[in-house]
């Protein structure tokens, strides 16, 4: 169960993101956050965490976490993981051993290209390719959940089936193979994509994959 800041209400969409992302991955917890102007984590919602350990995290080891938003708001990534270098780190050693903590993946969400939120993704043995494919699919629905957490910050306001389409595109699926799996028509697909161009001010489907105008996409092992 989900422990709330006072500015997530129970309805928000976010509650249903964290319930899929961390069912994707079997055994993982996850802490979703928003990011202020000057890069600080703040307003968490906890999903799998007891509220000691966050906030032993937060008293003590919030500056030295290896995947921290300031660390990566200049570097075009969205998904971003550990390096076997951190095993080393009083951060790995002091806070993530003692919880039974083994890897974590970030997903960093952006508006106009800064960080404006995060997901962190905790587990207790190490993250495969496979896995780290469906937490960047999982994207376009944590950007929808932030849109209504932040409302105006978004540079556009795609419909959940743009974002769905979006998501595809990312993952490499042409028009036809988008038809099929949403059981629409070429001719629709084609026309969400010209919404979704006009919307986030990209040309083509290669810029859209590219994540130019709503997100970057580049995987990061930190």
């Not at 790995?92 to 903590?101: D, E």
């Not at 993250?127 to 376009?140: C, K, V």
Request: net charge neutral; glycine share 4%; proline share 6%.
């Amino acid at each position: 169960m989900g422990i709330l800041t006072p500015s997530v209400q129970p309805e928000a969409f976010i509650h249903e993101c964290l319930y899929t992302v961390t069912h994707l991955i079997p055994g993982a917890s996850a802490v979703f956050y928003l990011v202020d102007s000057n890069l600080v984590p703040g307003q968490h919602l906890l999903s799998g965490i007891p509220a000691d350990v966050h906030q032993a995290y937060l008293q003590d080891f919030l500056v030295l976490d290896p995947l921290h938003p300031r660390l990566f708001n200049h570097q075009p990534v969205t998904l971003a993981g550990m390096h076997e270098a951190i095993h080393s780190t009083p951060y790995y050693r002091q806070f993530m051993v003692p919880n039974h903590m083994e890897d974590m993946t970030e997903i960093f969400v952006r508006r106009r290209k800064r960080i404006v939120a995060g997901l962190s993704i905790i587990r207790d043995c190490a993250f495969t390719a496979a896995e780290r494919l469906r937490l960047r699919a999982s994207l376009p629905l944590i950007e929808l959940a932030t849109e209504e957490l932040i409302p105006g910050a978004a540079h556009c306001h795609l419909t959940p089936k743009e974002l769905q389409i979006v998501g595809m595109v990312r993952e490499g699926a042409c028009n036809k193979r988008i038809a099929r799996q949403l059981d629409v028509s070429l001719s629709t697909v084609k026309t969400h994509l010209r919404n979704i161009f006009a919307k986030t001010q990209v040309n083509s489907r290669t810029e859209l994959a590219a994540g130019s105008g709503l997100t970057y996409h580049r995987e990061t092992r930190y």
